[in-house]
C-alpha cells in the first residue's frame, strides 16, 4: 500500500499556547536565554508584521518597540502540549509521532479514504485548530522526508507518484539538511531539489558524503524512515470524590481499599507491581494531606498493602473531614505472573520479611534497614557492605576468612611501640596483661583507594587473649611504631 | 536446680536480656545455635559497629537483617513490630537506656503474639521486671593449655529467671557442631 504521512508543523506553538488561555491583539514575544542574552524565540502574527525576527536581541526589540508584550519560554510545558496535540491528533490515524519541538507525523497509510480527499483532509486539520487558536502549517506526501519538506517550505498535497514534480522547486533547506552544507550547496549555485536531482549522484556523493544522499533517499522514499509513535504515558492512579466529608480512621480505610483494588486490577493486567504508593488526602478546608508508603518488594495484592498503611493513615488529621482521596503508585516494576507450585498456597517467609521491612521502613524510613553483602577486600572495615535491605536481593556466597572479632570499632590507641605485643596495656580505663597473642598478621592498604585512616601504613594485626578474660583484636603499624585495639571476639 | 538445657537454647515465644562484656557474644551464639533469620537492631549513632565475617563462625550474614534506628523510642517500636509479626525467628536489640517495666511488657506481650524470641542487650543494671531470663555474661581466660584456636570459654551467669533457679556455667562455642558446649556448672 502507498504510504501517506500528514506532516504538522506549528511555528509559533509557544506563543500560540500562551495566547490561548488570554487573547490579545498586540505584538507578543516568547523569549528564551540564549548564549547571555534574552532573544525572542517565538513571534506572534502581530509582532511579525512589525519586521521582528526570530534570534533578535530582546533588547534590540524593546527599543524598536516598547509595547512589544513578552513572556519567558517554558520548555516543559510547551512539550505537554505538544504531547496533548499529539494524542488530539489520534482522532486522523491510530500512529501519531513527535517531530523535534514543534511538530507532529501522522502515518496516515490506510486512513485517508475516510475524509472526502486528501485535500479535504488538510482542510479539517486546518479548521480545527484554527477554531483553536493554533497556527499550523501541513504536508502531505508519501515520505517522512517530503511530507515535512512540504509543511515547512510549501503547503498542501504531493499526489502519489508526483512527488518529484512537487519537491523539484523547494530550496535544498527543505531535505532537513544542516546550515553549513546548505551554505555549500548555494554556493555551488544548487539552489533547489530540483537542480540538486540534475546533478549527478557520484559527484554529490564525493562532495558530501553520507548524510546528503540519505536525505535525499529519504525524501523520496529510496530509504526507509519511521515515524516513531509516542508512547502512551500509563498511569496508575485513582481518586474517590465523596459525597460528604469523613473523618473516621475505618472510612479512610474502606475509601483507600476501593482505590486500592482500581489500581491493582491495572497492576495485574500490565503485570506490574509498585514499589511507591501515594496517597493523597483533600480536606474540606481546601487542605491536603500526603501519605506515602514505600515498599520493600513490589506488590499488587489489596489484601497484603492495606494492612501496611494502618500506621500511616493513623496518623493523617483529618480536620474538618476528607472529601477527596486520590491514590498513586508512583514507581512501579515489572512483576511478571507466577505459577503458584503445589502446596506454596501460603504467603512465603521472604514475603513476611519483605512486608516487616516495609513496615518499620514507613517508621523510620527505608533506607536504615539494611543487609549486608561481601565484598573483596583484606581490608576489615571494606570486607562487606551495607545496602538497603529493600533494594539489594543478589545474595552472594560468603567465602570463609581469617578469624575476624564480632565487634569492630575505630582503633583506638593503647601504650607501646614494641614490635611484639606489650605484655601489660589498659584499655578503655581497664588494665590488661597478655597470656596468649596470636600473628601478626599483616594486611597492607589499598594503594588504589586512598584512605584516611590507613595513611599510617601496613599494620600487623594479633588476636590476643588477655588474663581477664577478654579476647581483643589489636594491631600495631610498623611504619610509625604505635599500637591500636580494633575489634573484640565474641 | 535449673539445668542448663532447661534455659539454653532460649525458650520461645519471650524476651530475653544479657548484659555484661560478652553479651554480644551471647547473642550471635543464640542466633547460631540453630540457623534462624534473625532482625538486629541497633542504634544509628553507635561507634562499635557489627561486623559480619566475625559472625560468620556462629551464623550465615545471609539471615541478617540489619535496623538502625535514630531514637530510643523508635528502636523500641521496631523490635516490636518485629516481634510481633512473626516474619523473624529472633530479633536482637542492642539498648543503651534503661528499659521500664511497660516496655519491656509490651515487647514479652508481643513476642508472645507473635511467637519469636526476643534477646535484648543492656546494660549492666538496665533491664526490666519483664524479661524471661536475665544472663550476665563474660569472656574468660581458659588458661594456658587451650590450644584451639576457636576456643571462646565464657561464664554465664543466670541473674533473673521467672520460672526457675538461678545457675551458672562455664561453656564455649563449637564451630564445627554449631553449638554451645558447657564445660562446667559453677560450684562443681
Redesign the interface.
Same mark, same amino acid.
Given at each position: 500500500m502507498q504510504r501517506r504521512i500528514v506532516s504538522l508543523w506549528f511555528p509559533r506553538m509557544a506563543s500560540d499556547r500562551i495566547l490561548r488561555s488570554r487573547p490579545i491583539h498586540a505584538p507578543f514575544a516568547v523569549t528564551s536565554h540564549e548564549k547571555n542574552t534574552e532573544r525572542l524565540y517565538c513571534l506572534n502574527k502581530e509582532a511579525m508584521q512589525l519586521g521582528l525576527t526570530l534570534g533578535m536581541g530582546l533588547s534590540d526589540a524593546k527599543a524598536l518597540y516598547p509595547d512589544l508584550l513578552t513572556r519567558e519560554v517554558d520548555p516543559h510545558e510547551d512539550e505537554r502540549f505538544l504531547k496533548l496535540l499529539a494524542r488530539w491528533a489520534e482522532r486522523y490515524c491510530p500512529w501519531v509521532g513527535l517531530d523535534g519541538q514543534n511538530g507532529l507525523l501522522l502515518d496516515m497509510t490506510g486512513s485517508t479514504h475516510f475524509f472526502e480527499s486528501e485535500d479535504g483532509l488538510l482542510t479539517d486539520i486546518h479548521e480545527r485548530l484554527q477554531s483553536s487558536r493554533l497556527h499550523v502549517r501541513s504536508g502531505l506526501a508519501s515520505t517522512v522526508g517530503a511530507a515535512w519538506a512540504l509543511s515547512h517550505f510549501s503547503k498542501g498535497v504531493a499526489p502519489s507518484g508526483q512527488l518529484k514534480a512537487a519537491l523539484s522547486p523547494l530550496p535544498v533547506a527543505a531535505l532537513r539538511l544542516d546550515e553549513a552544507t546548505c551554505a555549500v550547496l548555494l554556493r555551488l549555485g544548487l539552489r533547489t531539489i530540483g537542480d540538486l536531482l540534475a546533478t549527478p549522484r557520484a559527484t554529490l556523493g564525493r562532495r558530501f558524503g553520507l548524510p546528503l544522499m540519505r536525505r535525499i533517499d529519504q525524501a523520496f522514499g529510496d530509504q526507509a524512515e519511521q515515524v516513531n509513535a509516542v508512547a502512551p504515558d500509563v498511569s496508575y492512579a485513582a481518586r474517590l470524590n465523596l459525597p460528604e466529608p469523613i473523618g473516621l480512621y475505618d472510612d479512610v480505610m474502606a475509601a483507600l481499599e476501593r482505590l486500592l483494588v482500581r489500581i491493582c486490577e491495572k497492576l495485574k493486567t500490565q503485570e506490574m507491581g509498585t514499589r511507591v504508593l501515594l496517597m493523597t488526602c483533600q480536606r474540606v478546608d481546601q487542605a491536603s494531606v500526603q501519605v506515602e508508603l514505600r515498599l520493600a518488594r513490589p506488590m499488587r495484592e489489596v489484601a497484603s498493602i492495606l494492612p501496611l498503611f494502618e500506621r500511616s493513615v493513623r496518623d493523617v488529621d483529618a480536620g474538618f473531614g476528607i472529601d477527596q482521596i486520590r491514590l498513586e503508585a508512583l514507581a512501579v516494576e515489572s512483576l511478571p505472573l507466577k505459577q503458584l507450585e503445589t502446596g506454596s498456597v501460603q504467603p512465603k517467609?521472604t514475603d /513476611?520479611?519483605s512486608?516487616?521491612?516495609t513496615?518499620?521502613g514507613s517508621?523510620?524510613g527505608l533506607e &536504615?534497614?539494611?543487609? =549486608?553483602e561481601?565484598a573483596d577486600s583484606h581490608i576489615?572495615e571494606r570486607? =562487606?557492605i551495607?545496602s538497603p /535491605?529493600a533494594y539489594c536481593d543478589a %545474595?552472594r556466597e560468603?567465602k @570463609?576468612?581469617n578469624? &575476624?572479632?564480632?565487634?569492630?570499632?575505630?582503633p583506638e590507641p593503647i601504650e607501646g611501640s614494641d614490635k611484639s605485643p606489650p605484655d601489660t596495656f589498659c584499655w578503655r580505663r581497664m588494665r590488661f596483661s597478655i /597470656? %596468649?597473642a596470636?600473628g601478626p598478621e599483616r594486611i597492607c592498604p589499598e594503594w588504589w583507594l586512598d584512605d584516611p585512616n590507613w595513611r599510617s601504613g601496613m599494620r600487623d594485626y594479633w588476636r590476643v587473649?588477655?588474663? %581477664?578474660?577478654?579476647?581483643l583484636w589489636m594491631f600495631f603499624t610498623p611504619q610509625r611504631p604505635a599500637w591500636f585495639v580494633q575489634? @573484640? =571476639? /565474641? | 536446680m535449673t539445668e542448663f538445657q532447661d534455659v539454653f537454647p532460649l525458650q520461645k515465644n519471650r524476651v530475653h536480656e544479657a548484659c555484661g562484656p560478652g553479651a554480644i557474644g551471647f547473642a550471635a551464639k543464640a542466633c547460631g545455635q540453630d540457623d534462624m533469620t534473625v532482625l538486629w537492631l541497633q542504634a544509628g549513632w553507635q561507634s562499635e559497629q557489627l561486623n559480619p565475617v566475625g559472625l560468620m563462625s556462629f551464623m550465615s550474614p545471609k539471615n541478617l537483617t540489619l535496623v538502625q534506628a535514630e531514637s530510643h523510642k523508635d528502636l523500641l517500636a521496631c523490635t516490636e513490630d518485629g516481634l510481633r509479626s512473626g516474619a523473624v525467628k529472633l530479633v536482637v536489640c542492642e539498648l543503651s537506656q534503661d528499659l521500664d517495666l511497660t516496655a519491656g511488657r509490651r515487647l514479652q506481650l508481643a513476642a508472645e503474639e507473635g511467637g519469636s524470641t526476643g534477646i535484648l542487650v543492656i546494660p549492666e543494671g538496665a533491664g526490666s521486671n519483664a524479661t524471661q531470663t536475665r544472663w550476665h555474661c563474660s569472656p574468660i581466660f581458659g588458661g594456658d593449655h587451650k590450644t584451639d584456636k576457636n576456643l571462646t570459654l565464657q561464664h554465664w551467669q543466670l541473674i533473673k529467671n521467672k520460672s526457675g533457679t538461678l545457675g551458672g556455667w562455664k561453656v564455649f562455642w563449637d564451630a564445627e557442631a554449631h553449638r554451645v558446649i558447657v564445660v562446667s556448672k559453677d560450684g562443681e
Open positions: 517467609k /513476611a520479611l512486608d516487616l521491612i513496615r518499620l517508621r523510620i &536504615r534497614i539494611k543487609r =549486608f561481601p576489615p570486607s =562487606f551495607v /535491605a %545474595q560468603w @570463609e576468612q578469624l &575476624r572479632p564480632v565487634r569492630l570499632f575505630s /597470656a %596468649q596470636t587473649e588477655t588474663r %581477664q578474660g577478654r579476647r575489634g @573484640e =571476639f /565474641a | -
